[in-house]
């Protein structure tokens, strides 16, 4: 399997008041969950307790979209 790398805006905004971006490979997630308070939370494979997930600001759904758009695009 590819690595399927994604551009994703962390939820917990950094001290200066920005939202930092993060690079996330989700060959090693194990489950994206909808947050209530909009967002996801993706949990991996090679992490336990709070190591193991990341909160995002991208719905799931918007995450698998931008994961199909960076596979077309390795393709083309």
Known sequence: MASEWVKLTVRHAIPDGGA?????????????????????????????????????TQSPDEI??????SAYAHRT
């Open 20 to 56: 930092p971006n993060a690079y996330v490979n989700l060959t090693n997630a194990s489950s994206i969950f909808h947050q209530a308070a909009g967002g996801s939370e993706i949990w991996f494979l090679s992490g336990s307790g709070e190591e193991g997930k990341i909160q995002v």
């Open 64 to 69: 698998i979209r931008l994961l199909n758009e």
